[in-house]
């Protein structure tokens, strides 16, 4: 398939990655024509956009890592809102849209929200990015202020956290500081590839129950 990409058009094939030149006004229009769909995920830079068609891959990931966080904050009874897909943006600065977007020590701020004013509310406390074409970059999240963002590249959870407006590799997660989750993520992924989601999810939630229950 020819990647198309004009205002009225946008055909690209599972794992098409495309560049372009624009401006925020470009990157308006296509956001506009591609409407309430999820694909393609489309991100803007000053000066550029770009424009990304998942694989399978992406999305089975994309989900069990969610599904994975989820998990883990009902075993610590926290409550939270999740989002799937969000598109964040600020004009003709930025716009970004995660995988997965958790509201944790914010969760109050978006309940019941059907939109959110990024200039003046709070940003997600957690932004998950799956990375299978080059297409994250964790400083995307800066104008926002993300706390804390996971980029899955290559089979390894890299865990960013926000330190006086730059992002730096940790080790530790701020929202599950005693549990090792690249290590968790890495288990439970691998066992999803053998086993399926569903098994795999049910292991964990065997492994982390949710004391509530």
Known sequence: ???VVTPEKIQLSPGTL?????????YQILIKQRGDKANPRIKYRPG????MSPLPKHGREAHTIASIITILLDNLGQKYEAFTPMTMNLAEISGVEPDYSFYIHNWKVAVGK???DWSIEPPPDLAVEIDVT???DVNDYLPYQVPEVWIYKKN??????????SYTLV??????????VEEIVAEYLQLARQESSSVAMSVLRRN???DDN
């Open 1 to 3: 398939m020819i990647a």
């Open 18 to 26: 495309v560049h372009l030149l624009g401006k925020w006004t470009d």
């Open 48 to 51: 550029e956009i770009l424009l």
């Open 114 to 116: 059907d939109r959110i």
């Open 134 to 136: 080059s297409y994250t």
């Open 156 to 165: 390894k959870l890299m865990i960013y956290t926000l330190e006086t407006n």
């Open 171 to 180: 080790s530790e997660s701020r929202y599950f500081p005693e549990l090792n």
């Open 208 to 210: 982390f129950p949710n």
